[in-house]
């Protein structure tokens, strides 16, 4: 009698699927791009792994998107920082938070 195979035999699809959803939700902190780059490797063999045992193909193909959405997200947030930091320069060295305040609305109201 051959072993019976279950869809967690592919270890790697469940790892990517996992850093895929960890790096998603993580990604507004940056890390999660560092998850999701792990989680879209492992997410890419195991696909790979799936199509030759035709186990873990799902799971596989959850932890690529997810991780793929990971990446894309955490560069967005870092561009976005990038450009609030670039179009507030000037606001950094305010006496007060209320200065801080007023200079950042100055900056992207023009008043």
């Known amino acids: 009698m051959p072993p019976h195979r279950t ?3 592919n270890g790697l699809a469940g790892a ?11 990604s507004v902190l940056f890390i ?7 989680g879209l490797i492992l997410g890419s063999v195991a696909l790979t792994t799936a199509r ?3 186990i873990g193909r799902g ?3 959850t ?3 997810t991780s793929a959405l990971a990446i894309v997200v ?4 870092a561009v976005f920082f990038v450009w609030y930091a670039n179009k507030t320069q000037e606001c950094y060295r305010p006496d007060s938070f209320q200065q801080y305040k007023q200079c950042v609305h100055q900056q992207f109201t023009g008043n």
Not at 32 to 38: D, E, H, R, S, V
Not at 74 to 77: A, F, I, N, P, R
């Open 7 to 9: 869809a967690s035999a």
């Open 16 to 26: 990517a699927m996992v850093l895929g959803v960890i790096g998603l939700s993580t």
């Open 32 to 38: 999660g791009g560092l998850f999701g780059g792990i």
């Open 52 to 54: 030759r045992t035709g």
């Open 59 to 61: 799971k596989a193909l």
């Open 63 to 65: 932890g690529v998107v």
């Open 74 to 77: 955490s560069v967005l947030v």
